[in-house]
């Protein structure tokens, strides 16, 4: 998972114009923005992220002269209109209850022509038809319909694809799914926030050693894999792992 993510600021390294003033909203621990920030491409880099700790830890760990992290409560982006020429926003609209706010507010901060890129877990590779999140902390997840739909509301132009993995990835987050979905099938008072997450590490790992299909531990997977064993897809949007959208302000 940190592979696939990694390889979505790998791909806005790539894509976004140099000497740009970059805007990452929900930037988190901070490690991909660093990634950004490192490949020496953009003038500068706003990290912004409405959970204050997460901000502390980014500022201390992860610095360079052209990042900065900042901390806002939510809603308003604390900067003005036509601020920043491109912006980037990774795993994070699942979590806003107010996901049209949200994308209004990138687009007014971001310049005419300005280029965004969004993404977030695929609901088609993860959950039935219908079918609320297992995951918590989302709010709602999105299909390629209905992302697009939403990206439309503030962005002239709009595609979406998808980021895949190589078949044996595929295979292992698949396997990973279906032990999460077994974990929370038998939580459904959600007790499970009271466990230490050590405690849950063991669950899993157990699950995961027990199961059909077992494929072996994390310590298995890491030397393994690379960011070349992930792609951009405009086709067989169903099985992707997440979808990207790449939106220019019109």
Aim: proline residues 4%; charged residues 25%.
């Amino acid at each position: 998972m940190y592979l696939m993510h990694l390889f979505a600021y790998q791909l806005a390294a790539d894509r976004l114009p140099h000497g740009s003033r970059l805007l990452e909203v929900g930037s988190g621990e901070g490690y991909g923005t660093f990634h950004l920030a490192g490949s020496g491409k953009f003038r500068e880099i706003t990290g912004l992220d409405v959970d204050r700790d997460s901000i502390l830890r980014a500022s201390s760990k992860y610095r360079s002269d052209n990042l900065t992290f900042q901390h806002y409560s939510g809603g308003t982006l604390p900067f003005g209109d036509n601020s920043f020429d491109a912006a980037v926003s990774f795993q994070v609209v699942e979590h806003i209850r107010d996901d049209r706010n949200y994308i209004d507010e990138v687009s007014r901060v971001l310049k005419q022509g300005g280029m965004f890129l969004v993404t977030t877990p695929n609901r088609t590779n993860r959950l039935k038809p219908g079918q609320k999140p297992w995951n918590r902390f989302h709010v709602r997840e999105y299909d390629a319909e209905s992302l697009g739909d939403l990206l439309s509301q503030g962005f002239g132009n709009v595609k979406i694809m998808g980021i895949r993995g190589t078949d044996e990835i595929q295979q292992i987050e698949a396997l990973r799914i279906r032990d999460v979905v077994r974990l929370y099938s038998l939580d459904p008072l959600n007790l499970r926030k009271m466990v230490p997450p050590v405690v849950k590490s063991m669950v899993v790992r157990l699950f995961r050693s027990s199961g059909p299909g077992n494929t072996g531990g994390d310590e298995d997977f890491l030397p393994k894999y690379s960011l070349q064993d992930f792609r951009t897809v405009e086709g067989d949007l169903q099985s992707s792992l997440d979808l990207l959208g790449i939106c220019i302000k019109e």
